[in-house]
């Protein structure tokens, strides 16, 4: 499975951005030339990131469409399906750009259980009467 390869990946990036804070959730955006889906990505994602800060993370997926380009009729079109053909002619002498990027877009970090300080002095952010 090469979902495992680009989980790893996506771990390795999370971490990263995290700094030594725990994730809750990951939104990743992948070119549909990687031909990955969600609850693919999700599972080899759970497997990799055990024991680590992200364990326990969801991997939220947005696939990117790869560009087409019909070398028959020249028509250029767009799609999530890396084996589309033209919807010009249908021809399947395609030209594809694109598709097979992997962006970390967003992390979203787990709440904390501890607050360091002194919370019976700590006041906020009091508001002050006009």
Do not use: W, Y
Request: charged share 20%; with cysteine; proline share 5%.
């Amino acid at each position: 499975m090469h979902e495992f390869g680009i989980a790893e990946a996506i771990l390795t990036a999370v971490e990263k951005r995290a700094a030594g804070r725990r994730v809750q959730r990951a939104r990743v955006q992948a070119g549909a030339l990687l031909r990955i889906t969600e609850p693919a990505i999700n599972h080899a994602f759970a497997m990799v990131a055990e024991g680590s800060l992200a364990e326990g993370a969801q991997v939220e997926l947005v696939v990117v469409p790869v560009s087409l380009t019909c070398r028959s009729c020249e028509q250029t079109t767009t799609s999530v399906d890396p084996f589309a053909v033209c919807p010009g002619c249908g021809g399947t002498d395609i030209d594809s750009e694109g598709g097979d990027d992997l962006v970390l877009e967003s992390i979203q970090m787990a709440e904390a259980t501890h607050v360091p300080g002194n919370s019976r002095r700590d006041r906020g952010n009091p508001v002050r009467p006009s």
